[in-house]
C-alpha cells in the first residue's frame, strides 16, 4: 500500500516537535523509585548499620554546636543594639527638631519671639504637666491658662486646658462647661 513512508514520517515529526515543545514541568519525574527492586529496598527488619560516636567525637560536635550558638547570640544582640541606636538617633533628631521649632517660633515670617517668652511659657506648660500627673486639675488648667496668656495661639496648651477642664469635669465634677468656652474662643481667633 501507497503512504507508508508519509506516516512513518509524520509519526517522527511529532515527536520530535512534541520533544521542542516547552515542557510544563521545570524538573523531571523522579521515577527511581520505580526501578527498584524489592531486595534493594530496606526494610524495619534490616535497619542501617550505624557507628556509635566516642566520648572525644561527642564533645567535639557538642563544642562545635555551643560555638554556633554564641555566633548566633552575638549577631543578635549586636543587630538589637543597632536597632535599639538607630531609633534613639531618630528619636533624639525629632526632639531637637522640635525644641528647634519652638525656639524659633512656629510660623514664619513672624518676628522672633523674645527667649524670655518661650522660657515662661515652657515653664507654665511643664508646670501645669506636673500638676495633671498628680492629678490636681484645677491647678494644671491655671499653668496652662498662664501659657495661653503668653502664646494665645499655642495650640499645645489649648489642647492640655481642654483636657484638664474635661478631667476636672469627669472627676471632680468642677468647671464642666469651661472646655467648651475655650475652644469656641480659640476658634474665634
Not at 525644641?99 to 524670655?116: L, W, Y
Not at 491658662?145 to 499655642?154: G, V
Amino acid at each position: 500500500m501507497a503512504g507508508e513512508g508519509f506516516s512513518k514520517h509524520a509519526s517522527i515529526s511529532l515527536r520530535e516537535n512534541r520533544s521542542l515543545m516547552r515542557k510544563k514541568r521545570m524538573f523531571k519525574k523522579e521515577r527511581v523509585f520505580l526501578n527498584q527492586k524489592s531486595h534493594d529496598i530496606k526494610t524495619h527488619v534490616n535497619q542501617i548499620s550505624t557507628k556509635k560516636a566516642s566520648k572525644y567525637q561527642l564533645s567535639k560536635i557538642r563544642e562545635k554546636i555551643v560555638d554556633e550558638q554564641r555566633k548566633e547570640t552575638m549577631i543578635l544582640f549586636v543587630i538589637g543594639l543597632l536597632c535599639f541606636l538607630f531609633t534613639w538617633l531618630i528619636v533624639s533628631n525629632a526632639l531637637e527638631f522640635q525644641e528647634e521649632r519652638v525656639n524659633t517660633g512656629k510660623t514664619a515670617g513672624k518676628a522672633q519671639i523674645s527667649e524670655e517668652k518661650q522660657r515662661k511659657c515652657l515653664y507654665y506648660i511643664s508646670s501645669g504637666d506636673e500638676w495633671f500627673g498628680s492629678k490636681k486639675y484645677y491647678n494644671a488648667a491655671f499653668q496652662y491658662r498662664l501659657a495661653l496668656k503668653i502664646f494665645p495661639s499655642d495650640t499645645v496648651a489649648l489642647k492640655r486646658l481642654v483636657m484638664a477642664y474635661d478631667l476636672n469635669c469627669s472627676i471632680n465634677l468642677r468647671n464642666c462647661g469651661k472646655s467648651k468656652e475655650v475652644l469656641a474662643s480659640f476658634q474665634s481667633l
